[in-house]
Antibody, heavy 116, light 112 residues
Framework: EVQLVESGGGLVQPGRSMKLSCAASGFTFSNYGMAWVRQAPTKGLEWVATISYDGSSTYYRDSVKGRFTISRDNAKSTLYLQMNSLRSEDTATYYC?????????WGQGVMVTVSS | DVVMTQTPVSLSVSLGGQTSISCRSSQSLVHSDGNTYLYWYLQKPGQSPQLLIYKVSNRFSGVPDRFSGSGSGTDFTLKISRVEPEDLGVYYCYQGTHYPHTFGAGTKLELK
């Protein structure tokens, strides 16, 4: 059974950093691209970033480019999202997704609140 | 960025009834590799989104045949027949052809 478990969220002040993790199991992690998708409270879904199966290619939405870094450790079957210079508009639930046939499996999400 | 326009914003449907959701993109979703990366997701209340349809018309594993997707180019439709209580929630279309990937704003399906 495919499982994606996010961790690392919480309350953070504007301008500070936070790193999210996503532990994957139930599939060969190194064979799949992965992505982060977020959802602000009561809002719709927003794609954040994608990384290729081997980490050689990464893609970001403009609003996070230069501030967020997506990475992975295939030996640990773990996906990361390093978030720097956080802003109030980054407040959202962040979902880790597997890029199989699209984002075919999703984690339960982790809440990030950026507030002073 | 590709804008995904979903209509209607909300739908009221009777159990056992049929309904459809439209999704239009601001540019063609046909990729240079010939595939059209248009997907449909359902987010039930309090849950993570779940994949229903991939590449326009393919049902994901375990998705009942009451759900069907169709369309091409910039115009796509999700049809739901014999609506059941578990179908209620917010439906999103999503394009994975062009970066940045983009979602529609969502269509809320409620019971009449």
């Amino acid at each position: 059974e495919v499982q994606l478990v996010e961790s690392g969220g919480g309350l953070v002040q504007p301008g500070r950093s936070m790193k999210l993790s996503c532990a994957a199991s139930g599939f060969t992690f190194s064979n799949y691209g992965m992505a982060w998708v977020r959802q602000a409270p009561t809002k719709g879904l927003e794609w954040v970033a994608t990384i290729s199966y081997d980490g050689s290619s990464t893609y970001y939405r403009d609003s996070v480019k230069g501030r967020f870094t997506i990475s992975r450790d295939n030996a640990k079957s773990t996906l990361y999202l390093q978030m720097n210079s956080l802003r109030s508009e980054d407040t959202a639930t962040y979902y880790c997704t597997r890029r199989g046939t699209g984002s075919d499996y999703w984690g339960q999400g982790v809440m990030v609140t950026v507030s002073s | 960025d590709v804008v995904m326009t979903q209509t209607p914003v909300s739908l009221s449907v009777s159990l056992g009834g049929q309904t459809s959701i439209s999704c239009r993109s601001s540019q063609s979703l046909v990729h240079s590799d010939g595939n059209t990366y248009l997907y449909w997701y359902l987010q039930k209340p309090g849950q993570s989104p779940q994949l229903l349809i991939y590449k326009v018309s393919n049902r994901f594993s375990g998705v009942p045949d009451r759900f069907s997707g169709s369309g091409s180019g910039t115009d796509f439709t999700l049809k739901i027949s014999r609506v059941e209580p578990e179908d209620l929630g917010v439906y999103y279309c999503y394009q994975g052809t062009h970066y940045p990937h983009t979602f529609g704003a969502g269509t809320k399906l409620e019971l009449k």
